[in-house]
């Protein structure tokens, strides 16, 4: 079903919006909590993102079974990947999620049922990520 330009939009603006925070927690490195409600908040990022591989492959009627579990386990394994580079810190912790970011963008790329993405969505996506990406990088830069 095709949104309307307005639909687009604000689908467009909340996918910026989520930016906001990130952003916030760089800019205010010497607050004792803010690599902390970086991490966290990548991975809950991550978890809502691989979580809507569920549900945009389940109404695939075109996947085979075996392309249904493959998308449905990777995105599991994303998810506990990123949760655990947020329990078990490591000064890579921030380029994992980096990563995973990366890996999940792919995904919604390559694997079967999750590549078609109206073209507003997939641009927003791929700022999105690059920008997620450019900004995981610099707090992982700027961590002494």
């Given at each position: 079903?095709?949104?309307?330009?307005?639909?687009?939009?604000?689908?467009?603006?909340?996918?910026?919006?989520?930016?906001?925070?990130?952003?916030?927690?760089?800019?205010?490195?010497?607050a004792?909590?803010?690599?902390?409600?970086?991490?966290?908040?990548?991975v809950?990022?991550?978890?809502?993102?691989?979580?809507?591989?569920?549900?945009?492959?389940?109404?695939?009627?075109?996947?085979?079974?075996?392309?249904?579990?493959?998308?449905?386990?990777?995105?599991n394994?994303v998810?506990i990947?990123?949760?655990?580079?947020?329990?078990?810190?490591?000064?890579?912790?921030?380029?994992?999620?980096?990563?995973?970011?990366?890996?999940?963008?792919?995904?919604?790329?390559?694997?079967?049922?999750?590549?078609?993405?109206?073209?507003?969505?997939?641009?927003?996506?791929?700022?999105?990520?690059?920008?997620?990406?450019v900004?995981?990088i610099?707090?992982?830069?700027?961590?002494?």
């Amino acid at each position: 079903m095709s949104k309307s330009p307005g639909d687009q939009r604000f689908i467009t603006a909340l996918g910026y919006a989520g930016l906001l925070p990130m952003l916030g927690c760089l800019l205010l490195p010497a607050a004792p909590w803010s690599l902390a409600l970086l991490k966290a908040y990548s991975v809950a990022i991550l978890a809502f993102l691989a979580g809507n591989w569920w549900s945009t492959t389940l109404l695939q009627r075109a996947i085979s079974t075996g392309e249904l579990r493959w998308v449905l386990v990777l995105s599991n394994l994303v998810v506990i990947a990123a949760v655990l580079t947020l329990i078990f810190t490591t000064t890579l912790t921030l380029l994992i999620l980096a990563f995973l970011f990366l890996l999940l963008l792919a995904g919604e790329r390559w694997l079967p049922g999750l590549g078609k993405q109206p073209v507003y969505y997939r641009r927003m996506r791929n700022s999105v990520t690059s920008w997620v990406v450019v900004l995981l990088i610099s707090a992982y830069l700027l961590t002494p």
